[in-house]
């Protein structure tokens, strides 16, 4: 049974341009939500897809969106990028109510 | 919001050792799991224990939602428990707000 996976696992931008994460939900999963964890702090929640649409935000700027696919694979997009974007990236998928289970991450650089 | 607050921040235990972590929160919660985060970065789900009592080999967590805390116990710790360990509680809105986390160092 496979788990969540995310791609790619480490990625180096420049500032200014734009970035897509992706998340495939473990099976049988068909919410994601995506959170960003800084150096040394807990994740943050920045939102989440519900039968294709967004259900959920944290306090993310406009830059940050995302989309959900039918067969519930989701990307997150980051446009603009800005020194402060960089961290990991985290994807988690779940159903109803049986809690959360997380991809390993992306890394994302901005230069 | 919801506060989410974890104790001890730091931790160091020599393999062998017991241990216990706690998580605080300042509201009613539907849902609260505990999670081990690996020097890789990996989120490894430990509970999903939104009350009562669960038991996962050397480690097991209890939640008292009435009074609004969890703790996880590990026992005979070992250096492949190292890393952090964050609770996070979900009070209905469809989202997971961590707590400060714990880290935890297993020395041999």
């Known amino acids: 049974d496979a788990g969540v996976t995310q791609s790619p696992t480490h990625l180096i931008k420049t500032r200014g341009q734009q970035v897509t994460l992706r998340c495939s939900p473990k099976?049988?999963?068909?919410?994601v939500s995506w959170y960003q964890q800084a150096l040394g702090q807990g994740p943050q929640f920045i939102f989440q897809?519900?039968?294709?649409?967004?259900?959920q935000r944290g306090n993310f700027p406009d830059r940050f969106s995302g989309h959900q696919f039918p067969n519930y694979s989701s990307e997150l997009n980051v446009n603009a990028l800005l020194l402060g974007d960089s961290a990991l990236y985290l994807c988690?998928?779940?159903?109803?109510?049986?809690?959360?289970?997380f991809g390993s991450g992306t890394r994302l650089t901005v230069v | 919001g919801i506060q989410v607050e974890q104790s001890p921040p730091d931790l160091i235990l020599q393999e062998g050792a017991n241990s216990t972590l706690r998580c605080n929160f300042s509201?009613?919660?539907?849902?609260l799991q505990w999670f081990h985060q690996n020097p890789w970065g990996q989120l490894i789900n430990l509970f999903y224990?939104?009350?009562g009592t669960k038991q996962n080999g050397r480690l097991s967590a209890t939640t008292v939602a009435t009074e609004r805390y969890s703790l996880l116990y590990i026992s005979s710790s070992q250096t492949t428990d190292s890393g952090v360990y964050f609770c996070?509680?979900?009070?209905?809105?469809?989202?997971?707000?961590f707590g400060t986390g714990t880290r935890l160092q297993v020395f041999p």
């Open positions: 988690a998928s779940s159903l109803a109510d049986y809690g959360y289970t």
């Open positions: 099976s049988g999963h068909d919410t």
């Open positions: 897809y519900y039968e294709e649409e967004e259900r």
């Open positions: 509201d009613s919660v539907n849902n």
């Open positions: 224990i939104p009350s």
């Open positions: 996070a509680v979900d009070i209905g809105t469809d989202k997971l707000i």
